[in-house]
């Protein structure tokens, strides 16, 4: 395997971007040359946010880090780590009980490219429970999301969720 420059992807919905996906972005930065953030096109779930708001939420949480990018992907992820020539997939690993659904994606994207590696990653302890899917259900109830995500997710969600501004 020969990569120039080497790349990583960080795939995702991003639905919203959290503190713990800046996290592992700035982590992955720290160890590859360059970190993609690709957007899945076609989550099949309706997402909280569209494509759009998530893309520029996540341009908005990477303006200062050069070496990362944003783009977008649908079908496989082995697929779009062939056409980017990208060196890894990057994943967090938050608990032991995420591994083997992990585990089981990285054996079946290498089974799919024999040149796709993942590389697992932990987060700061800090942002171990922090998931997109728990973030939209405390917002949408009204509770606080303040240090899971930053403040300008914090404020669309807010926008999103207006009848539970502030709490009760
Ligand atoms: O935000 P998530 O749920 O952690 O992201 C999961 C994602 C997007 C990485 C995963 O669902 C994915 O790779 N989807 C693309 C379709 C695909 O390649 N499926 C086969 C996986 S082995």
Same mark, same amino acid.
């Given at each position: 395997?020969?990569?120039?420059?080497?790349?990583?992807?960080?795939?995702?919905?991003?639905?919203?971007?959290?503190?713990?996906?800046?996290?592992?972005?700035?982590?992955?930065?720290?160890?590859?040359?360059?970190?993609?953030?690709?957007?899945?096109?076609?989550?099949?779930?309706?997402?909280?946010?569209?494509?759009?708001?998530?893309?520029?939420?996540?341009?908005?949480?990477?303006?200062?880090?050069?070496?990362?990018?944003?783009?977008?992907?649908?079908?496989?992820? /082995?697929?779009?780590? $062939?056409?980017? #020539?990208? *060196?890894?997939?990057?994943?967090? !690993?938050?608990? +032991? &009980? %995420?591994?083997?659904?992990?585990?089981?994606? /990285?054996?079946?994207? $290498?089974?799919? #490219?024999? *040149?796709?590696?993942?590389?697992? !990653?932990?987060? +700061? &302890? %800090?942002?171990?429970?922090?998931?997109?899917?728990?973030?939209?259900?405390?917002?949408?109830?009204?509770?606080?999301?303040?240090?899971?995500?930053?403040?300008?997710? %914090?404020?669309?969600?807010?926008?999103?969720?207006?009848?539970?501004?502030?709490?009760?």
């Amino acid at each position: 395997m020969s990569h120039a420059t080497r790349l990583a992807v960080l795939a995702g919905s991003f639905d919203p971007p959290t503190n713990g996906h800046v996290d592992m972005i700035t982590r992955a930065a720290a160890l590859f040359d360059r970190v993609v953030v690709a957007l899945l096109v076609n989550p099949a779930k309706q997402p909280l946010f569209a494509l759009d708001e998530r893309l520029e939420m996540m341009r908005e949480l990477v303006a200062q880090m050069p070496a990362v990018e944003i783009d977008t992907f649908d079908g496989l992820l /082995a697929d779009y780590v $062939r056409k980017r #020539n990208a *060196a890894a997939v990057v994943r967090g !690993l938050r608990t +032991a &009980a %995420e591994f083997s659904e992990e585990w089981q994606m /990285a054996l079946m994207n $290498r089974h799919l #490219n024999p *040149a796709c590696e993942t590389v697992f !990653l932990v987060p +700061a &302890a %800090e942002h171990m429970q922090i998931s997109s899917r728990l973030v939209r259900e405390i917002a949408s109830l009204g509770g606080p999301v303040t240090g899971l995500v930053a403040p300008s997710v %914090e404020a669309r969600l807010a926008r999103r969720f207006p009848a539970r501004r502030g709490g009760s």
